[in-house]
T-cell receptor, first 112, second 112 residues
Framework: DAMVIQNPRYQVTQFGKPVTLSCSQTLNHNVMYWYQQKSSQAPKLLFHYYDKDFNNEADTPDNFQSRRPNTSFCFLDIRSPGLGDAAMYLC???????????FGPGTRLLVL | EDQVTQSPEALRLQEGESSSLNCSYTVSGLRGLFWYRQDPGKGPEFLFTLYSAGEEKEKERLKATLTKKESFLHITAPKPEDSATYLCAVLGYNFGNEKLTFGTGTRLTIIP
């Protein structure tokens, strides 16, 4: 089945220690998104790629970076995680049209 | 700025007791309204897309409707497995950019 895969499902890191989350897709969608979701809150868009074009949300902290080496993979790098970065990180993909977004299972990040 | 408000925040129903969830929105250039189901610790699962007022979509016990200001997710004769958080999101278009804005969801509990 075509799908969005995120690894790892759970990640524990230490305060200030860089961490990388990964997302892969077999849907062949050209748009990929990263969201942050905290408990009982709406998912918050961090950035998205339209093919290779990177689009950063204005309020995404500089601590968050992303890479998309090819169509199938996208990475979220958190350079110096703080306690406030503990959250569920969701990857989603869509076609250009329609923009229905399909989500992966998420990575739960814990910062100690 | 696009806004999505969902009500109620939480809803407890007896099995078989039908009800409706509300999603009211303000958006620049609506490109679509989406309903997702999210189980605890998992990514949102796509349910429906609605594009224009008057449109309706159905899937099993769920039916989504859309007006110019709000959408309803009707649940008929729910079962315990329908327990989840239901998220509404609008895709708005502003200054050449499309962005999906989520509500905070309605947490639905179906009691056997």
């Amino acid at each position: 089945d075509a799908m969005v895969i995120q690894n790892p499902r759970y990640q524990v890191t230490q305060f200030g220690k860089p961490v990388t989350l990964s997302c892969s897709q077999t849907l062949n969608h050209n748009v990929m998104y990263w969201y942050q979701q905290k408990s009982s809150q709406a998912p918050k868009l961090l950035f998205h790629y339209y093919d290779k074009d990177f689009n950063n949300e204005a309020d995404t902290p500089d601590n968050f970076q992303s890479r998309r080496p090819n169509t199938s993979f996208c990475f979220l790098d958190i350079r110096s995680p703080g306690l406030g970065d503990a959250a569920m990180y969701l990857c989603a993909t869509s076609r250009a049209r329609p923009r229905t977004q399909y989500f992966g299972p998420g990575t739960r990040l814990l910062v100690l | 700025e696009d806004q999505v408000t969902q009500s109620p925040e939480a809803l407890r129903l007896q099995e078989g007791e039908s009800s409706s969830l509300n999603c009211s929105y303000t958006v620049s250039g609506l490109r679509g309204l989406f309903w997702y189901r999210q189980d605890p610790g998992k990514g949102p699962e796509f349910l429906f897309t609605l594009y224009s007022a008057g449109e309706e979509k159905e899937k099993e016990r769920l039916k989504a409707t859309l007006t110019k200001k709000e959408s309803f997710l009707h649940i008929t004769a729910p079962k315990p497995e329908d327990s989840a958080t239901y998220l509404c999101a609008v895709l708005g278009y502003n200054f050449g950019n499309e962005k999906l804005t989520f509500g905070t969801g309605t947490r639905l509990t179906i009691i056997p």
